[in-house]
């Protein structure tokens, strides 16, 4: 597949075309949405279809657009989407920092996040008194035939934890709710429709007896709750959007909501003239997505058609119906809502307190080659005020990722994404720090770093890393002369990166960027296994969460003369990061044949600074085994637990496991439904612990995690 600027060809059996002006909005008047002039006799209707293009994805800065230029973009892309290819054409549309401690100073953990200042949503939120626990009926004992997903306000008390109240903001079938606790405000995200028997409607019809999707498909939901009394709390504002929703934020008082849109236009025509002439009438507001306020009914657009950005290099035979919005809405008064878009795809999201950008990857020509031509496009908003405003854009080599099977590399059945793309990314200062990896047929994997600086409204290479001075590939070279190794964790301190490759062994690199213009790697350490999540303690100390793998099976030697089996498991390590030039293993801890969480959400790691010398941390671990019962069958069942270890800083540091708060019922073990981990969380306050698991809440003191009560 290849990323460029391709034409598609609309000449149909006896249909010979000539090229005129593609759907030119001739705007005007009040609404900057109605762009055409057909119904007052001001433009003829055209009386043929143009020749029209897929604008192709390419690293072209944005421009604002007028309401004319957008709409004449969208509903060209409205046309070619709705319009079959032809068999015979082959043409494939292509356009279809400062570190975060995850604590409060209040004396409690909070949602660990990528950047300190810029909140991300998580299934759990604590204030100190109450705890918030997106829940949903399938990790519920007693099981209920309708699916509903709600938010369990659960209060601190001398006996542990209990439930005063309950929220459901949303009648609609999602099964991922994000939740955002801000000054007495809940915001829930809710995300991805499920497969239930229910099926909901606006005018609360009956359930159906059959499985069938969620009825707003392609949508998500947006619910604010006053939860300043959380005992009675209020659903004061909800809204569905259309599109499909990328991430979220909350810097300041503000949601930002990035979310994409694939526009399309519906017409009972077969012609393709008559299909060309109704979209050219159609006004461009029923083409762009839809907010719905569920209190009042009332639909609007989400966005005005002359708040939009479209690519510099946009022509007016080009096509685009992918529409990325940057979503602002105000946590104190939900009502308050602001919308930007941008004619143009994204894959994600990296957001600092001063900017959001956005990432997309792209091929960039139609050039057959066995290497990887892919690069990354970025595109710079600034948050000056709260207001969202384009500043800049540029690209890279490579891609913010790089999974799949290559050149003999299998990857860990637990890490379901290799590297967490938004780790990859840092704003530092007035520059952004950039991680990506690509494939070479004769150097194997490529892992560069890249320094941008923005230059008008250009991001330019400032500096990147391997380079003519300082050649030393990222990740160990094999006697094949290639790199094998894939990243599996990146993280950003200051003026310090941290990256992590694997194949057989962790190579845990460590690079200087105190020079932005000149970083180098400043040194390396080889251990077994790897790790898939970093967090920096201090200056000298480093966390790293991943597997413990001496060797895959197929990589295992035929060596006979040692029984041995190698241990597989999760495992803890505490780096001494003190002298870059030679990184050391101070302690590792291994959770024999288990995973954690952390390995691929971050949000499932809770930390807090106990004292100056004391850190405190927790992360879920899930482990599986064979129990060999009197009559010599087996059963194989799942060990949850929520691990407890504190790091010292004194001295050369020391990390200690205390122990681990293990998920336990009174209920029959066939009640209990399964509960994957993955969704598992800690929260730490003070001499407490709170394991979440599922639906459910035990509390521990950390002296003693194993003896704990609930479940609550």
């Given at each position: 597949?290849?990323?460029?600027?391709?034409?598609?060809?609309?000449?149909?059996?006896?249909?010979a075309l000539i090229?005129?002006p593609a759907?030119v909005?001739?705007?005007g008047?009040s609404?900057?949405?109605?762009d055409?002039?057909?119904d007052?006799g001001?433009?003829?209707l055209?009386?043929?279809?143009?020749?029209?293009?897929?604008l192709?994805?390419?690293?072209?800065?944005?421009?604002?657009?007028?309401?004319?230029?957008f709409?004449a973009?969208?509903?060209?892309g409205a046309?070619?989407?709705?319009?079959?290819v032809?068999e015979?054409?082959?043409?494939v549309p292509?356009?279809?920092?400062?570190?975060?401690?995850?604590?409060?100073?209040?004396g409690f953990s909070?949602?660990?996040?990528v950047?300190a200042?810029v909140d991300?949503?998580?299934r759990?939120e604590?204030?100190?008194?109450?705890l918030?626990?997106?829940a949903h009926?399938?990790q519920?004992?007693?099981?209920?035939?309708?699916f509903?997903q709600?938010?369990?306000?659960?209060?601190?008390t001398?006996?542990?934890?209990?439930?005063?109240?309950q929220?459901e903001?949303s009648?609609?079938?999602y099964?991922?709710?994000d939740?955002?606790?801000?000054e007495?405000?809940?915001a829930?995200?809710f995300k991805?429709?499920v497969?239930?028997?229910?099926?909901?409607?606006?005018?609360n019809d009956?359930?159906?007896?059959?499985?069938?999707?969620n009825?707003?498909?392609n949508?998500?939901?947006?619910?604010?709750?006053d939860?300043?009394?959380?005992?009675?709390?209020?659903?004061?504002n909800q809204?569905?959007?259309?599109?499909?929703?990328?991430?979220?934020?909350?810097?300041?008082?503000e949601?930002?909501?990035i979310s994409q849109y694939h526009?399309?236009f519906?017409t009972?025509?077969?012609?393709?003239l008559?299909i060309?002439?109704a979209?050219y009438?159609?006004?461009?507001s029923d083409?762009?997505?839809k907010i719905?306020d569920?209190?009042?009914?009332e639909a609007?657009?989400?966005?005005?058609?002359s708040a939009?950005y479209i690519?510099?290099d946009?022509?007016?035979?080009?096509?685009a119906?992918?529409?990325?919005?940057?979503?602002k809405?105000s946590?104190q008064?939900?009502t308050?809502?602001e919308?930007?878009?941008?004619?143009?795809p994204s894959d994600g999201v990296y957001?600092s307190?001063?900017s959001?950008?956005?990432?997309?990857?792209?091929w960039p020509?139609?050039?057959s080659s066995?290497?990887d031509?892919s690069?990354?496009?970025?595109?710079?908003?600034?948050?000056?005020d709260g207001?969202?405003?384009?500043?800049?854009?540029?690209?890279?080599e490579?891609?913010l990722g790089f999974?799949?099977?290559?050149i003999?590399?299998?990857e860990p059945?637990?890490v379901?994404?290799?590297?967490?793309?938004?780790f990859?990314?840092?704003?530092?200062?007035?520059?952004?720090?950039v991680?990506t990896?690509?494939?070479?047929?004769s150097k194997g994997?490529?892992?560069?770093?890249?320094?941008?600086?923005?230059q008008?409204?250009?991001l330019?290479?400032?500096?990147?890393l391997p380079?003519?001075?300082?050649p030393?590939?990222?990740?160990?070279?094999e006697?094949n002369g290639m790199?094998?190794?894939?990243?599996?964790?990146?993280?950003?301190?200051g003026?310090?990166?941290?990256?992590?490759t694997?194949?057989q062994?962790d190579?845990?690199?460590?690079?200087?960027?105190?020079k932005?213009?000149?970083?180098?790697?400043a040194g390396a350490?080889?251990i077994?296994?790897?790790s898939?999540y970093?967090h920096p303690?201090?200056?000298?100390?480093l966390?790293g969460?991943?597997?413990?793998?001496?060797d895959f099976?197929?990589?295992a030697?035929?060596?006979?003369?040692?029984d041995i089996e190698?241990?597989?498991g999760a495992?803890v390590s505490?780096?001494d990061v003190s002298n870059?030039?030679?990184?050391?293993l101070i302690?590792e801890?291994?959770f024999?044949g288990?995973?954690?969480p952390?390995?691929?959400?971050h949000?499932?790691?809770?930390?807090l600074?106990?004292?100056?010398?004391?850190f405190?941390?927790?992360?879920p671990v899930?482990s599986?085994?064979?129990t060999?019962?009197?009559?010599n069958t087996?059963?194989?069942?799942?060990?949850?637990?929520?691990a407890?270890?504190?790091?010292?800083t004194?001295?050369?540091g020391?990390?200690?496991?205390?122990?681990?708060?293990?998920a336990t019922y009174d209920?029959?073990?066939?009640?209990v439904?399964y509960?994957?981990?993955?969704?598992?969380?800690g929260?730490?306050h003070?001499d407490?612990?709170?394991y979440v698991?599922g639906?459910f809440?035990?509390?521990?003191l950390?002296q003693s995690p194993?003896?704990?009560t609930?479940?609550?």
């Amino acid at each position: 597949m290849f990323y460029s600027r391709v034409t598609l060809s609309l000449v149909r059996a006896g249909l010979a075309l000539i090229a005129l002006p593609a759907l030119v909005a001739c705007g005007g008047g009040s609404d900057s949405n109605s762009d055409n002039k057909v119904d007052q006799g001001q433009t003829k209707l055209p009386t043929s279809v143009p020749d029209l293009n897929w604008l192709g994805e390419s690293s072209a800065k944005l421009k604002k657009a007028s309401s004319s230029e957008f709409s004449a973009l969208l509903k060209n892309g409205a046309f070619l989407s709705r319009v079959p290819v032809n068999e015979t054409d082959s043409s494939v549309p292509v356009n279809a920092s400062p570190v975060s401690d995850g604590e409060s100073s209040a004396g409690f953990s909070s949602t660990n996040v990528v950047e300190a200042g810029v909140d991300e949503g998580d299934r759990i939120e604590y204030d100190g008194n109450y705890l918030y626990i997106a829940a949903h009926s399938e990790q519920e004992l007693s099981q209920n035939a309708v699916f509903r997903q709600y938010v369990r306000v659960m209060k601190r008390t001398d006996q542990g934890i209990e439930e005063v109240a309950q929220i459901e903001a949303s009648d609609s079938l999602y099964s991922h709710q994000d939740l955002y606790l801000h000054e007495g405000r809940l915001a829930s995200v809710f995300k991805y429709p499920v497969l239930t028997l229910d099926t909901p409607s606006d005018s609360n019809d009956i359930a159906s007896t059959s499985p069938s999707t969620n009825t707003f498909s392609n949508t998500f939901e947006l619910s604010f709750a006053d939860v300043s009394s959380p005992e009675q709390p209020q659903v004061i504002n909800q809204y569905r959007i259309d599109g499909n929703i990328l991430d979220s934020r909350v810097i300041g008082n503000e949601l930002y909501v990035i979310s994409q849109y694939h526009a399309a236009f519906d017409t009972d025509e077969t012609d393709e003239l008559a299909i060309y002439q109704a979209i050219y009438q159609a006004n461009v507001s029923d083409l762009i997505p839809k907010i719905k306020d569920l209190n009042s009914g009332e639909a609007s657009p989400l966005f005005d058609a002359s708040a939009c950005y479209i690519p510099t290099d946009a022509t007016e035979l080009d096509s685009a119906n992918i529409v990325t919005t940057i979503t602002k809405i105000s946590m104190q008064n939900p009502t308050s809502i602001e919308s930007t878009c941008i004619n143009a795809p994204s894959d994600g999201v990296y957001a600092s307190q001063e900017s959001i950008y956005l990432h997309k990857r792209l091929w960039p020509s139609d050039v057959s080659s066995f290497n990887d031509l892919s690069q990354t496009v970025l595109h710079k908003f600034s948050l000056n005020d709260g207001e969202v405003a384009y500043s800049a854009s540029g690209a890279v080599e490579g891609t913010l990722g790089f999974g799949g099977n290559l050149i003999g590399m299998i990857e860990p059945i637990f890490v379901a994404n290799v590297s967490n793309a938004a780790f990859r990314l840092s704003e530092y200062g007035s520059q952004l720090r950039v991680v990506t990896t690509r494939f070479s047929e004769s150097k194997g994997m490529v892992h560069q770093l890249f320094v941008l600086q923005q230059q008008g409204t250009e991001l330019e290479e400032l500096a990147r890393l391997p380079n003519e001075a300082h050649p030393t590939p990222i990740g160990k070279v094999e006697s094949n002369g290639m790199v094998e190794e894939n990243i599996y964790a990146v993280r950003f301190m200051g003026e310090r990166a941290y990256v992590v490759t694997f194949r057989q062994i962790d190579p845990l690199y460590v690079l200087d960027l105190s020079k932005a213009d000149e970083p180098i790697m400043a040194g390396a350490l080889e251990i077994p296994g790897y790790s898939a999540y970093l967090h920096p303690v201090s200056d000298d100390l480093l966390i790293g969460v991943g597997q413990n793998v001496e060797d895959f099976p197929f990589n295992a030697s035929d060596d006979s003369s040692t029984d041995i089996e190698p241990t597989f498991g999760a495992k803890v390590s505490l780096f001494d990061v003190s002298n870059m030039a030679s990184p050391s293993l101070i302690k590792e801890h291994v959770f024999a044949g288990g995973y954690s969480p952390v390995e691929f959400d971050h949000h499932a790691f809770s930390y807090l600074k106990a004292s100056d010398q004391t850190f405190r941390m927790t992360l879920p671990v899930e482990s599986w085994e064979v129990t060999i019962q009197n009559d010599n069958t087996s059963t194989w069942g799942n060990k949850n637990e929520l691990a407890a270890f504190e790091v010292s800083t004194e001295g050369s540091g020391s990390l200690t496991y205390i122990g681990s708060s293990v998920a336990t019922y009174d209920e029959p073990s066939q009640s209990v439904p399964y509960v994957r981990a993955a969704d598992d969380r800690g929260v730490i306050h003070g001499d407490t612990i709170y394991y979440v698991h599922g639906n459910f809440v035990w509390s521990s003191l950390w002296q003693s995690p194993d003896v704990n009560t609930g479940p609550f």
